[in-house]
Nanobody, 130 residues
Framework: QVQLVESGGGLVQAGGSLRLSCAAS????????MGWFRQAPGEEREFVAA????????YYGDSVKGRFAISRDNAKNTLYLQMNSLKPEDTAVYYC???????????????????????WGQGTQITVSS
């Protein structure tokens, strides 16, 4: 089991940048694939980005590709999301999440499926103004 706490959210103007952090505790952080999701009012939780154990494999949702970058520092037990060129439609609560890697995927595992993530942070609000 792992506990996750997001930080770095807030209010930013369109075109600006923010970096979110997700601090992990309670388990071995480097053994989990990690992801970022977001949820706007009245919407389903949307996949944003995913990263494997080592950080060598990343994947992004179409709506953020080219603007956002996911990374991790396993020595610090921390996941990051760098958000650039922010748009008002990026406004949402952002969640970090952890997924246990199945044995048949091992270190290369990542997933875009929210149902594969069993550990979630509390969320942090991002508001992008025009």
């Amino acid at each position: 089991q792992v506990q996750l706490v997001e930080s770095g959210g807030g209010l930013v103007q369109a075109g600006g940048s923010l970096r979110l952090s997700c601090a992990a505790s309670g388990s071995t952080f480097s053994t989990y694939a990690m992801g970022w999701f977001r949820q706007a009012p009245g919407e389903e939780r949307e996949f944003v980005a995913a990263i494997n154990w080592s950080g060598g494999i990343t994947y992004y949702g179409d709506s953020v590709k080219g603007r956002f970058a996911i990374s991790r520092d396993n020595a610090k037990n921390t996941l990051y999301l760098q958000m650039n060129s922010l748009k008002p439609e990026d406004t949402a609560v952002y969640y970090c999440a952890a997924a246990e890697s199945p044995p048949y995927f091992g270190r290369n595992y990542y997933t875009t499926d929210k149902d594969e993530y069993h550990y979630w942070g509390q969320g942090t609000q991002i508001t992008v103004s025009s």
